[in-house]
């Protein structure tokens, strides 16, 4: 993992601290699959790709 993306993830848990301390369920929650995404971009990525829209942009 680069220095970056240790730094980005230091802020991520020290968010998601603050966030739970002043009771931001929604936050915390968004920043945790942040979180669970920066860990697992060696792997394969199963979800929906949002990404490329769904075609009826016409």
Same mark, same amino acid.
């Given at each position: ?10 802020? &991520? ?6 966030? =739970?301390?002043?009771?931001? #369920?929604?936050?915390?929650? *968004?920043?945790?699959?942040? &979180? ?6 060696? =792997?394969?990525?199963?979800? #929906?790709?949002?990404?490329? *829209? ?5």
């Amino acid at each position: 993992m680069s220095d970056e993306m240790k730094e980005l993830r230091r802020r &991520l848990i020290n968010d998601a601290i603050g966030c =739970q301390e002043e009771d931001d #369920t929604k936050t915390k929650d *968004g920043i945790i699959i942040a &979180l669970f995404e920066m860990e697992h971009l060696n =792997q394969p990525y199963f979800g #929906t790709d949002y990404s490329q *829209g769904d075609g009826g942009d016409d």
